[in-house]
């Protein structure tokens, strides 16, 4: 059992209109998120350096936990920013792919996609509890879409096989 075929996006755009608008609004959501998690990186690092001079001399166990804690963040923080940047590029790639109707972009696009969501949420379920309101709800909505875009993009990439073998 595979995953489930569809044959519209959105119940009317036809399933390669409807990944140019996926990859397209896709893209703008990685740029939002590769932009939020720049800010995110930049306040953490901040944080990180203002508790150490705060602390001074006075490095007691609150301060090395608290300092450990964010220093992890900063670098999940890092680590995000350079996952969204690639995800953008390869949200730009996907849509010129589709444009084409080339099934090597498709299929590598619908590959990457999956494993990115998966790291996505994973960071997302281990790190949810120290990120803003916005943040999360960003997150959940980008994941959702991305969810049902994966299932567009892997009906598209059957119905261009199909088209083939006929």
């Excluded at 099934?103 to 990120?131: D, E, H, P, R, V």
Aim: hydrophobic residues 55%.
């Amino acid at each position: 059992m595979g995953l489930p075929r569809l044959e519209k996006c959105c119940c009317f755009f036809d399933l390669q209109t409807g990944n140019i608008i996926l990859g397209c609004l896709n893209a703008f959501l990685s740029f939002c998120l590769f932009v939020a998690m720049i800010v995110a990186a930049v306040e953490l690092g901040t944080m990180e350096r203002d508790t150490a001079t705060e602390m001074g001399l006075f490095m007691n166990e609150e301060a090395i936990e608290l300092d450990a804690k964010l220093s992890g963040l900063y670098a999940v923080a890092v680590i995000l920013v350079f996952m969204f940047l690639a995800k953008l590029l390869f949200d730009v790639f996907f849509v010129i792919g589709v444009i084409m109707e080339r099934k090597g972009i498709i299929k590598a696009y619908y590959i990457m996609w999956t494993a990115f969501m998966i790291l996505s949420t994973f960071t997302f379920f281990l790190n949810w509890k120290y990120w803003g309101v916005k943040m999360v709800l960003t997150e959940v909505i980008f994941l959702g879409i991305n969810i049902y875009s994966v299932l567009v993009c892997h009906s598209f990439y059957v119905q261009l096989n199909m088209r083939e073998e006929v």
